[in-house]
């Protein structure tokens, strides 16, 4: 099962987030932090950003990236235990996390808000940000308690082609998880409702969980990167002959009302 042999508790993430608000955390090693300076460079020359309004320094910072706002906070200790153990245990992209952070020193906080955009051009702005931030410095991981990701550095700069073009990198905006039962295989979306659409469900499918990962993270990143709505009584598919249910309902593994697709 590579990947996907870790399968998630059965606890909902506690951290809420406020709406047209985002936030994240680089976490950072050996002392470093962000460096403002470079930080705007980066997205300047990487991103063609228009930066208006700097003021601070590196331990607090605001400026606006293309009208929107920005601001940065060094925070020179750790994030707490409990939080780190409880994003890892839905790491599964990072079976690892617990150890290799053992030894973080600090961390930073970002936080993107404002502008006349939508809400993923204002997502595509604190990924960029965080992009500038990994490739910048020394930081070594990013921390997104609201989605429960947490993704090492790497991992993440392997998606600056998808920001580049303006396009959805789902797996560092959605949580997708996975379950499996007696009764089959299960897959959630956890984020779609920070873009304001319903989240995603599978339940006991056939349909093996690589391909159930897939298959989500295929139908988000069409929901994101082309503002679909997605309605009750609909069908859905990779393919114009593919033919998925859309059933409206309680969600199972997300709280509130999620959108089941019928895949068998």
């Known amino acids: ?33 962000y460096d403002l300076l470079k930080l705007i460079e980066n997205l300047i020359t990487q991103w063609g950003f228009d930066i208006t309004e700097v003021g601070g320094d590196n331990d ?10 920005v601001a940065l906070a060094s925070i020179q200790m750790q994030i707490p235990e409990d939080d780190i153990e409880w994003a890892a245990q839905y790491a599964y992209n990072w079976p690892n996390a617990i150890e290799d952070l053992k030894g973080h020193t600090g961390h930073a906080i970002v936080t993107v808000w404002g502008g006349v955009g939508s809400p993923m051009g204002r997502h595509l702005v604190l990924s960029k940000v ?3 931030i990994l490739t910048s410095s020394n930081a070594v991981a990013i921390y997104h308690g609201t989605q429960s990701l947490l993704i090492p ?23 997708i998880g996975l379950r499996n039962s007696a009764a ?49 009584g609909e069908t859905v598919g990779h393919t114009a002959d593919e033919k998925v249910s859309i059933t409206a309902s309680k969600g199972k593994f997300v709280e509130g009302e999620t959108l089941k697709l019928g895949l068998k």
């Open 60 to 69: 607090a910072a605001g400026f606006k990236a293309n009208g929107v706002e």
């Open 1 to 33: 099962m590579g990947l996907f042999n870790f399968f998630k508790k059965e606890s909902e993430p506690p951290v809420k987030q406020t709406d047209n608000i985002l936030l994240a955390m680089p976490i950072f090693n050996n002392g470093a932090n």
């Open 130 to 132: 965080l992009c500038s």
């Open 184 to 232: 089959g295989n299960s897959a959630y979306t956890y984020g779609l409702k920070e873009f304001g659409k319903q989240e995603l469900e599978v339940i006991d499918s056939a349909v093996d969980l690589e391909d159930l990962y897939e298959f989500l993270g295929n139908i988000s990143a069409y929901i994101l990167n082309n503002d679909v709505t997605l309605q009750s």
């Open 153 to 175: 550095k790497n991992q993440y700069l392997q998606y600056n082609d998808l920001l580049a073009a303006n396009k959805a990198p789902v797996n560092l905006w959605v949580y």
